[in-house]
Every structure is written in structure tokens, then in C-alpha cells.
């Protein structure tokens, strides 16, 4: 059974940094391509940024340059370094791969 855990959210103010985590359990990690997505009240949920098996990764435009991902096969963890965090980046934030998703782990940035 696949298992997927965020976390590292929380609340910080506009400019900071947060680094997401999500633990994997249950697929061979290193053979899938592992994404973070977010939602935020009243909106779709929307792809942030993605990492291949192959070592590609790709990012939605509103986070380029900002955030970045991460993936260490050896210890099924998948990352997320957030930076310059900005009021419009407050979503719930959740790890996917394939049809799976974790809990989601809240990311809150005041103005």
C-alpha cells in the first residue's frame, strides 16, 4: 500500500523560506515521477513542481526561481525548498505520485 507524509508547513511572513518534506512508503521510488501540488480555499488543485525518475523536473511559472525540488531515492523522501515565499503561495500542499496523495501540510505566508 502506498503511504505518502508531508510535512515541514507552517507559517512564515513574506520573503522566508520553508522546506517541505514527503516520506514515501509502498512503490519503488525511485522509478516514478513524484510531484507537489497545492490547493488553496476555493481554488483548483494546481501542479507546482514535478521530478521524473530520469532527473527532469519542471515548475509551474508562478514558482520559477523561488521554489525548487528535490527528490533522495535512497531514503524515499521528495523535497521542496521554498524561498521568497509570497502571500499568494498560502495553500495546502500536497505530495503525489501516480494516483496517490499524502494528507497535505499547510503553508500559510503573511503580508
Known amino acids: 500500500q502506498v503511504h505518502l507524509v508531508e510535512s515541514g508547513g507552517g507559517l512564515v511572513q513574506a520573503g522566508g523560506s520553508l522546506r517541505l518534506s514527503c516520506a514515501a512508503s509502498g512503490i519503488i521510488f525511485q522509478l516514478n515521477t513524484m510531484g507537489w501540488y497545492r490547493q488553496a480555499p476555493g481554488k483548483q488543485r494546481e501542479l507546482v513542481a514535478q521530478?521524473?525518475?530520469?532527473?527532469?523536473?519542471n515548475y509551474a511559472d508562478s514558482v520559477k526561481g523561488r521554489f525548487s525540488i528535490s527528490r533522495d531515492n535512497a531514503k524515499n523522501m521528495l523535497y521542496l525548498q521554498m524561498d521568497s515565499l509570497k502571500p499568494e503561495d498560502t495553500a495546502r500542499y500536497y505530495c503525489?505520485?501516480?494516483?496517490?496523495w499524502g494528507q497535505g501540510t499547510q503553508v500559510t505566508v503573511s503580508s
Open positions: 503525489r505520485v501516480v494516483n496517490y
Open positions: 521530478s521524473t525518475a530520469g532527473g527532469y523536473t
